[in-house]
């Protein structure tokens, strides 16, 4: 499957042309919100700016959205690296999922001082990722398995692999409901307006895209996605490139989970995941670089918490949401891939 | 106790929709196209179903109306990811969450009428009936069951021994064959895609209506993937697709099942999954169609 072009290389003009699809998809997805909102008698401007004073309009709920906008943006990221390889990682909920059981199980078994705990913690929910990517990269690799079709099953694995263990072995005793015991106090991550996990991404998210801009690794990915049997050609070890970026996916994707569990919600449950992992594609296909995908996160989350503000002031569904969240994306890769666009949005850059 | 008739039936109950989306989902593949917006399209099935079972008074209108919302949002599919062509992949997963807050909406604002349950598909069992063993089963027997085993078989036909099920699967081995042969890829597509789109929101029409007879948000929660799932299981051959589907049905009613039977519910449901990894695994890949996932690009 051949990814389409990230181009990193943005001049003014491209920058410029890239923004402009953006705002003229986002415009567009709130013209049919707003449409809709009018279709059924309610009043559209009270509906757009109850969402955007939900997240502006106090302190609270602008941490709220960094909160929610830090697994997304490093699922994002889980989802950009191996994409610019041509391996489409549809995996990070399950990755996600999958860490914060490691975190929490650790956390509530062992007992360290905190300094070594939180730091082993995270890197056993990083593991947790990578072996959870494993199947699907060997299943890629060995047999040729669509890794679409096979990270979603181990998505599903993931999800029920958790259910299993928070009704069963890791149920808190003598809960009625399917959650695990809480992580204790000591364990969970400082906080300092939001918790350290929140800069620890930062940190990862910058790094990464510092690597994939200027570092040969970067360059062999590149190389990879835009033509795997050139890369060969030319000598590059494609396999070995391939597994370090796919697998470093898998541990991002765990790490978000680790970090949700350790600086959030202190435990896993039922239901206690959001779609971090899917709203992270959306945020990687928006944002198209590292840094683009932070930008693309907080304003997918903005979104969310502005809209429950929206359900409360004016009884529009919350769901509207989904449809500020995904249309803006369905119209931003039509434009990109509609010949004229391409045309304007990347003079020469294309085939 | 697994071959309890009433274990039988409820399993059979659970796969239908599941069979009546394979087999959807196995036309789309056939035909080059990695149909990952079937979760999305059933949901619409799934909604449009009860609109027209509820409004209608008629489950089988209701079946109808699944039937068209499908079609619709199968050649919506089609423009975006033949006619443009967009990647498939983030296509896909863009439209299952545009569907699930599309179609919330769309039941919050009909939902006054949507609170009763819908009309009854089944087949009441009379009185005298339900004194033979074997007669009471065949009526048991879910009728959009009966419907998926003759989509099934109508499906198998076409795509295996007709003119028109080569040129499709032709179309999903090697586009590049297909354009030689003079083949309009695109409106094979196309039209793969509006059949895989139909019988995915009928697949939907058929949880809803056919089943649960209710919708609430985001009903399908993952069926369209396992209609997926079962596809790979079954290696793109309908009849171990169908078994797929039946193998997740049985999941799924053992789930259901699990204070009688013992043992976790959240195992039986993640069992049918790694069973489908491991027939990944273990199976020869060159069967696929060489084509799925591509996006189709004239030369």
């Known amino acids: 499957m051949k990814a389409p072009q990230i181009s990193m290389r943005l001049d003014g003009f491209q920058l410029f042309s890239n923004i402009g699809i953006f705002g003229v998809s986002l415009l567009a997805a709130m013209l049919l919100v707003a449409g809709l909102v009018e279709l059924v008698g309610g009043n559209a401007w009270a509906a757009l ?14 941490v709220e959205t960094v909160l929610d906008a830090t697994p997304t943006a490093l699922c994002g990221l889980a989802f950009l690296i191996p994409f610019k390889a041509g391996f489409f990682n549809i995996g990070a909920q399950g990755h996600l999922q999958l860490g914060a059981l490691a975190a929490v199980f650790v956390t509530t078994t062992l007992s360290l001082p905190a300094p070594l705990m939180i730091p082993l913690a995270l890197i056993v929910s990083a593991l947790a990722g990578v072996l959870l990517m494993a199947p699907a990269l060997l299943l ?32 808190q005793p003598d809960s009625f409901f399917a959650e695990s015991n809480l992580i204790p106090s000591d364990y969970r991550l400082p906080v300092m307006v939001v918790h350290v996990g929140v800069f620890l991404a930062v940190a990862i998210i910058v ?13 062999r990915l590149d190389a990879l996605g835009g033509n795997p049997s050139a890369a060969e050609a030319l000598g590059m070890r494609t396999g070995a490139t391939l597994t370090k970026a796919v697998l470093v996916a898998g541990a991002i994707g765990g790490i978000a989970g680790g970090m949700q569990a350790l600086g959030v919600v202190f435990q896993v449950a039922e239901h206690w995941a959001k779609p971090w992992g899917f709203l992270g594609i959306l945020a990687a296909l928006m944002g198209r670089n590292p840094v683009g995908v932070i930008f693309a996160a907080l304003l997918l989350s903005g979104l969310e918490i502005g809209g429950r503000n929206m359900q409360a002031m004016t009884g529009m569904p919350a769901s509207l949401v989904f449809l500020l969240q995904s249309v803006p994306v369905l119209l931003l890769l039509a434009m990109r891939s509609t010949h004229l666009f391409k045309m304007i949005s990347f003079p020469g850059a294309n085939r | 106790m697994i071959f309890d008739p009433e274990f039988l039936l409820s399993a059979l109950r659970v796969a239908t929709p599941l069979m009546i989306v394979a087999i959807g989902v196995l036309v789309a593949e056939r035909s080059g196209v990695l149909f990952l917006g079937v979760e999305g399209v059933m949901l619409c099935g799934a909604l449009f179903g009860i609109l027209g079972a509820v409004y209608s008074g008629d489950p089988w209108i209701g079946v109808a109306c699944g039937l068209a919302a499908g079609v619709v949002a199968g050649l919506v599919t089609a423009a975006l990811v033949v006619w443009i062509p967009t990647d498939q992949v983030v296509m896909g997963l863009a439209m299952n969450i545009a569907a699930i807050g599309a179609t919330s909406f769309v039941f919050r604002m009909a939902s006054g009428d949507l609170q009763q349950m819908s009309p009854s598909i089944d087949w009441s069992v009379p009185s005298w009936a339900s004194d033979v063993p074997g007669f009471a089963f065949l009526l048991g027997i879910p009728p959009l069951a009966w419907v998926a085993f003759i989509i099934y078989i109508v499906v198998w036909y076409v795509l295996f021994h007709s003119a028109p099920g080569l040129l499709l699967r032709s179309v999903g081995q090697s586009v590049k064959a297909a354009n030689s042969a003079g083949l309009n890829v695109p409106w094979v597509r196309t039209v793969a895609l509006a059949i895989a789109g139909g019988l995915a929101g009928v697949g939907g029409a058929a949880l809803t209506v056919g089943w649960v007879r209710s919708f609430s948000d985001d009903i399908t929660a993952g069926r369209g993937f396992i209609a997926l799932a079962a596809v790979y299981f079954g290696r793109w051959y309908p009849r171990w697709t169908l078994l797929g589907c039946l193998l997740f049905g049985v999941g799924e009613a053992l789930a259901l099942r699990s204070q009688a039977f013992g043992g976790n519910p959240h195992l039986y449901l993640m069992i049918p999954y790694v069973l489908t990894i491991c027939v990944l695994a273990f199976s020869q890949s060159g069967r696929a169609p060489r084509e799925v996932g591509k996006p189709y690009e004239k030369h």
């Open chain 1, 49 to 62: 700016s109850a969402i955007v004073s939900g997240v502006v309009g106090s302190r609270q709920a602008i």
């Open chain 1, 140 to 171: 890629k690799a060995k047999r040729g398995a669509n890794e679409v079709t096979t990270t979603v099953m181990l998505n599903f694995v993931a999800i029920e692999f958790v259910l299993v263990m928070v009704t069963g072995p890791m149920q």
């Open chain 1, 207 to 219: 790094a990464a895209g510092w690597i994939l801009k200027r570092t040969v690794f970067g360059f």
